[in-house]
């Protein structure tokens, strides 16, 4: 019993960490100031998404993305009427960058603010997924991939090209091994990161279009 209780703490953890920043930008750009969208968005986890049986009444035909942009709306309504705010710790994995980034962002309604921040999240995953595929069948590959991902956005310090860090690790086309980490995450590890989010015969597809409609792609 308490090792299952235990189980479904940790479930809700992680569903926090994964998920907090679409939160966090549907109840800022509903005009509320960062600190107020983050208690806000930690009553919202607090008080609803960890009650029991939350996720117990998610709709099998539209999945998580939807019934959680319900749930919220629903939320904001009540929280406007009781207008109250708690004192609460702010979890580590809450990243100050990157409220100010969300808040930065150019949203021009909440629901969209969500949906951007939903497919961020999802991403995130799909890497994850990546990652964790391609440690136990070809890690060097996703070595180099991680290289040339910190050299196109700039993050990367002084160090070795990618052609050098690829005969570093024996690769001898770092191009191609680059894309076969690029096209696994766009294909598989986005599919997986999506699948995770629906119920057992929900529509993945139309899932999937929406998200690729989101990343213009």
């Known amino acids: 019993m308490a090792q299952g209780k235990q189980a479904g703490q ?27 969208a983050e208690d806000l968005m930690q009553g919202f986890f607090a008080d609803k998404a960890m009650s029991p049986g939350f996720f117990e009444r998610i709709d099998r ?16 309504i009540d929280a406007l009427r ?23 962002a150019d949203h021009p309604s909440p629901e969209e603010a969500f949906d951007r921040e939903w497919v961020a999240a999802i991403l995130q995953r799909a890497l ?17 991939f991680e290289a040339a991902k910190h050299l196109t956005l700039g993050t990367s310090s002084r160090g070795p090209t990618q052609r050098q860090r690829a005969g570093e690790l024996g690769i001898k086309n770092p191009g191609s091994a680059v894309q076969v980490v690029w096209e696994y995450l766009t294909t598989t590890g986005l599919r997986e990161a999506v699948r995770d989010t629906l119920a057992d015969g929900a529509d993945l597809e139309a899932e999937l279009r929406h998200i690729r409609s989101m990343l213009g792609s």
């Open 61 to 76: 035909e539209q999945g998580l993305r939807p019934y959680l942009l319900t749930a919220l709306r629903h939320y904001h």
């Open 128 to 144: 994850v997924i990546t990652q964790s595929h391609f440690f136990e069948v070809k890690k060097a590959h996703w070595i180099l």
């Open 82 to 104: 009781q207008r109250a705010s708690r004192d609460r710790r702010r979890r580590e994995f809450i990243d100050q960058t990157r409220i100010d980034s969300i808040c930065s």
């Open 10 to 36: 940790a479930f809700l953890e992680d569903f926090y960490r994964a998920y907090w920043q679409p939160v966090f930008a549907y109840f800022h750009f509903h005009g509320h100031p960062p600190d107020r």
